[in-house]
């Protein structure tokens, strides 16, 4: 990723104006925050290729689109993703609103954000709802390829549904999602992390177990011992490793109901031909789970390799003051997926059908008809501006990736025609009829 200036640019500070009057020194250059990136225009056609392929994915499975703030009050996410977490502990950028002393947060993920406007909005007073978001997410870790502090997720959440033909469903919509983007080295771990219960049972062997160990633990989990000993299964520690691998695994001891939760999950998935492994270390990072967790990773993107993780979070809404209501959902990181297209050889392109170089005043507005009729049709069309010689406007349509180049000068105004020269296949340039343009140009699209 990149910045979009260029060294030599002029750039403006908020001082700027003082700084630069009578000849003192430059500005200095001001520079995107570490950890939040520009997606240039040569990268986001990848960008929107995942984007668009998602928006399809979505409305295939009958998800609607649900837009939330990108800023909510700090408690939203205090309560509903568990203090006892990173997120919450270390990663969240929360800031006092200057005018009133309200303690407001850049959201560090979507679902809490989601929750709170179907309880304020009474969204499933009716019936239950399907719905999708996406956009960026902040959270203060340590940037490195695949992790940023801004970073962009797609999100699905089903609120208001209880068995686990959603969970299933919404597993399958990755599956299509991934099918649909060609990305290979992708594969699924599911766990049932049981009802609060469940845990609660659990959560007294964890502690002995750990206590045991207590020895390899690092301070984070040496805090979490007794406030959530289920985190100290996502530690990352090298030391904790073998103790996490010989911890009692809570899937064994789930109660009847949510055993049975995870049998018809597993069911649907192996009816739809879907590969998993029940991973039961899998807890994810957020407090709001219960039953099913899932995440699909890749061995291609090394330490970063979770795509997409999700599940179950029956008490969610109950937490941030609603009703029950059983959901479940996921989140899909954006620029992890845009990684792995690249890294297996991906591409998209934004290129336009035609470039239309002109000389002359009467040419300058044949070409802007000339490119509006072929908009009518659909059609995507830059009109060089800016001057300069025809053949210093041929290296632009070249460089613009243009399928044609249309070109007009006095001698096509005159005879009410184009010159149509392809750009990206060894054929002749010819004279053609501007009623005729836009088929020509259309039949040398890539
Ligand atoms: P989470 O909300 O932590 O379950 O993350 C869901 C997905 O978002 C992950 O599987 C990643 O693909 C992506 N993701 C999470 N954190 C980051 C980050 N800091 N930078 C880039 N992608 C991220």
Known sequence: ????????????????????????????????????????????????????????????YGYRNLRVPVVEATALFVRGIGDA????????????????????????????????????????????????????????????????????????????????????????MLARLWKALGLADVSLKINS?????????????????????????????????????????????PPMQEAIRLAPRLIDRIGAPARAHFEGLTAALDAAGIAYEVDARLVRGLDYYNRTVFEWVTGALGAQGAIAGGGRYDGLAALLGGKPMPAC????????????????????????????????????????????????????????????????????????GAAVALIIGDDEVAAGTVTLKPLRVAAPQSAVAVADVAARAASYAA
């Open 1 to 60: 990723m990149s910045t979009t200036e260029k060294p030599g640019s002029q750039v403006i500070s908020p001082r700027g104006s003082d700084t630069a009057a009578g000849g003192a020194p430059r500005a200095t250059r001001l520079q995107a925050v570490r950890g939040m990136n520009d997606v240039l225009p040569d990268e986001a056609p990848l960008w929107q290729r995942v984007e668009d392929a998602a928006r399809t994915v979505f409305a295939q």
């Open 329 to 400: 959902g996921y989140a899909c990181g954006i620029e992890r997926l845009v990684l792995l297209l690249r890294e297996q050889g991906g591409t998209a392109h934004d290129a336009p059908l035609a470039y239309v170089a002109h000389a002359g005043d009467a040419a300058a507005r044949m070409a802007l008809a000339v490119a509006e009729s072929l908009r009518d049709r659909g059609h995507a069309v830059v009109v060089h501006a800016g001057g300069g010689s025809l053949k210093s406007q041929m290296k632009r349509a070249d460089a613009s």
């Open 193 to 237: 992390i049981g009802d609060a219960d469940d845990r609660l049972r659990h959560r007294a062997l964890l502690i002995e177990h750990f206590e045991r160990h207590r020895d390899v633990l690092d301070a984070d989990a040496e805090r979490r011992l007794h406030a959530n000993p289920l985190r100290l299964l996502d530690s990352k520690h």
């Open 85 to 172: 977490t990173d997120i919450v502990e270390k990663e969240m950028y929360t800031f006092a609103d200057r005018l009133n002393g309200d303690s407001l947060t850049l959201r560090p993920e979507a679902t809490a954000g989601i929750v709170r406007a179907a309880i304020e909005h009474s969204l499933t007073y009716e019936r239950p709802q399907r719905v999708w978001t996406m956009g960026p997410m902040f959270r203060h870790e340590r940037p490195q390829k695949g992790r940023y502090r801004q970073f962009h997720q797609l999100d699905a959440e089903a609120l208001g549904f209880e068995g686990p033909d959603v969970d299933a469903e919404q597993i399958m």
